[in-house]
């Protein structure tokens, strides 16, 4: 499953983030890269770690806890710190997979990634290319946001960044584990919400259909989640 997020952060907190991120010192990705990705990473990121990523990716997660759209789509339990990246001057990152267990950074905590999020920091208008490109059961889906949006993707799918042939592309990317390791199960609770949402707004919340659906909702949670 795919979920595009809409504003996940405003215009206004975009345009702080990016005001300190134009300032600041990139290193190459490769640093971070598996031996796999390396062979087709290009691209400069923020010193994961640095107090400066820290900080930014602060705020990231601070929009992420208070959309319902992504807290119902990814049902996280274990969140990476966010990193920063910036493509520019032909700089690409090809075909790959992301790595399967990251360690959160100056800790021993391991984190299955069960989904990829890009949080886009620049508008499509200001660079040319650099569509991420995700392979999915129905084929290829290409997405390029306005800057504060998100997309979400299993991270088990082949993916890849095009390359940016004219100006800069700067997003901020990271992984979680979600409670529910299954995607397709993932698929039918967030449907299965999204659903209960839309009936309430019609019948009421407290209308016994959406009282039941409700109970099932948490029911199918509590027969798949890892805590
Ligand atoms: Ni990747």
């Known amino acids: ?5 809409p504003e996940v952060l405003t215009k206004d907190e975009v345009a702080a983030i990016r005001s300190e991120l134009d300032a600041a010192k990139w290193e190459s990705g490769l640093k971070t890269a598996g031996p796999q990705a390396a062979l087709v990473k290009n691209n400069r990121q923020l010193p994961p770690g640095s107090s400066l990523a820290d900080k930014l990716g602060d705020r990231v997660l601070e929009g992420l806890s208070r959309n319902p759209i992504f807290m119902s789509a990814a049902l996280p339990l274990k969140i990476l710190p966010p990193m920063f990246n910036s493509y520019a001057g032909g700089e690409s990152f090809g075909v790959h997979v992301d ?3 990251r360690v959160v950074p100056g800790t021993p905590v ?21 569509e991420l490109v995700v392979e999915g059961y129905y084929g290829a889906q290409e997405v390029k946001l306005p800057a504060g949006d998100l997309v979400l993707y299993p991270s088990t799918s082949l993916h890849k960044v095009e390359p940016v042939t004219r100006g800069e592309r700067v997003a901020s990317f990271f992984w979680l584990q979600s409670m529910i390791r299954d995607d397709q199960h993932r698929s039918l609770l967030f449907d299965l919400d999204q659903t209960i949402q839309e009936l309430g707004a019609e019948v009421g919340a407290d209308h016994s259909a959406a009282v039941r659906l409700t109970g099932i909702y948490h029911n199918l949670i509590r027969a798949w989640a890892d805590t």
């Not at 499953?1 to 997020?5: A, D, E, K, P, S």
């Open 110 to 130: 391991r984190v299955r990634t069960d989904l990829s999020c890009t949080l886009f920091l620049s508008d499509p208008e200001d660079y040319d290319g650099g």
């Open 1 to 5: 499953m795919l979920v595009c997020i």
């Open 99 to 101: 790595n399967a267990i």
